[in-house]
């Protein structure tokens, strides 16, 4: 449903979140994402997903299934502690393995976004937070170099740009 729905509505993109880490499951989703695909001929849609990877484990086995265009890693189940060191060892991953950005939440930019911004700048990266409902706040992190922000209830209209 969720294929036929982005077929209608061409400027749908779509980040999965998935929740599942260990590869017996992350094998099962995605394989049955596959087989949706293309049974229905719809795979040129992956284009427009981005696949929300949580482990380089769990980046290593979706891959491995399917190599997907564009991948974001978020830091919410990996082994990331805050620290500077921490937060470029994360990033390196993502450069090494093409994942085009990071996901945190918005409390570890907070105190450390000139570090985190130059670390991931330098690697081609770019730092998504979640999840961000006040505007002020939003307009905050964009202006600090962060590229995009998850939120519940804002519109690209709330925000200044």
Not at 22 to 40: K, P
Not at 81 to 96: H, I, P, V
Not at 124 to 131: A, L
Request: a negative charge; one cysteine or more; aromatic letters at 14%.
């Amino acid at each position: 449903d969720l294929l036929y729905l982005m077929e209608q509505y061409p400027d749908i993109c779509i980040v999965t979140d998935t929740k599942f880490v260990n590869e017996e499951e992350v094998t099962r989703q995605f394989r049955a994402m596959l087989n949706d695909a293309y049974e229905t001929s719809l795979t040129y849609l992956f284009g427009r997903m981005i696949i929300q990877v949580y482990t380089p484990l769990m980046f290593s086995v979706a891959d491995n299934l399917y190599h997907f265009p564009h991948y974001i890693f978020t830091l919410y189940n990996s082994s990331f502690d805050g620290t500077e060191d921490s937060f470029r060892q994360q990033a390196t991953f993502c450069q090494e393995n093409g994942i085009m950005g990071i996901t945190m939440s918005d409390y570890y930019w907070s105190g450390n976004a000139p570090d985190y911004y130059s670390i991931a700048s330098r690697r081609g990266i770019r730092i998504y937070v979640h999840t961000v409902n006040d505007a002020d706040r939003v307009n905050s992190l964009l202006a600090a170099g962060v590229s995009g922000v998850y939120t519940d209830t804002l519109l690209p209209s709330d925000v200044v740009q």
